[in-house]
């Protein structure tokens, strides 16, 4: 198993994968800063300002789905990581091997000019993800990509093309696993959380996830990371 070359006195890693670029991100990342928390952002370059409503799945609250701009992006995610998630949130499975090619490239291309640096990683759109498209990934450069497969667990992953995240924060059980990670240990952790922010808006949980965050923020034992830090720390 993987262990991560972590700074003197930690031993833990907190880690966030948020993805869509929507509006809500920016009341979203005002309060990961204020508590000094880091989050990856996965985003789809081919949909900036688009505006709809959407339906969130699980419970059937309807709910603003504006994603922001461009120009919001060169800005709003300074301080935190921006990744890929392909150009139009096209399912991968179901389009062809030039066609994903096209959509993991050309996503790059775009999020890289707007970053300021090389995109390196991704999210997987729908979760949707086999060894034929890690391959393709590779082939563009994508060093790791998560999928939202819960694992329920703080393991440190042995292939990051499959990333399996530790828990969504709207699931049941987070809170039960908030305590697990900050228990006292000898072992390394990763929690890993990822969602879409709009989530908060679907399930009124904003004040629930700034109260998460004052409760894991300023801990000497935990070590604040995106999802590439993470990567870097596990392959140098």
Not at 32 to 55: D, Q, R
Not at 167 to 180: A, V, Y
């Amino acid at each position: 198993m993987k262990r991560m070359i972590l700074p003197e006195g930690k031993k833990k890693v907190l880690t966030l994968s948020y993805d869509d670029e929507v509006t809500q991100d920016i009341r979203f990342v005002g309060i990961l800063n204020k508590y000094g928390i880091k989050c990856t952002f996965n985003l789809n370059s081919g949909t900036f300002g688009i505006k709809e409503k959407c339906v969130h799945y699980k419970n059937g609250v309807e709910v603003d789905h504006i994603k922001i701009s461009r120009e919001q992006a060169k800005t709003l995610y300074k301080g935190h990581e921006i990744a890929a998630h392909t150009v139009h949130h096209y399912d991968l499975a179901k389009i062809t091997d030039d066609e994903v090619r096209s959509e993991v490239k050309n996503d790059i291309i775009a999020l890289s000019e707007i970053a300021g640096y090389k995109v390196k990683g991704m999210a997987y759109p729908y979760g949707t993800f086999n060894d034929h498209i890690d391959e393709l990934l590779k082939e563009c450069g994508v060093l790791y990509s998560r999928t939202v497969e819960d694992t329920h667990s703080f393991d440190i992953p042995d292939n990051f093309l499959q990333w399996h995240p530790t828990i969504n924060f709207g699931e049941e059980g987070f809170d039960e696993l908030t305590d697990r990670f900050l228990e006292e240990s000898n072992e390394q952790k990763l929690f890993y959380i990822w969602g879409h922010s709009y989530e908060f808006d679907a399930y009124n949980s904003w004040d629930r996830f700034e109260e998460f965050c004052k409760k894991i923020s300023g801990r000497d034992d935990v070590l604040y990371a995106t999802n590439i830090e993470v990567y870097n720390m596990c392959n140098m």
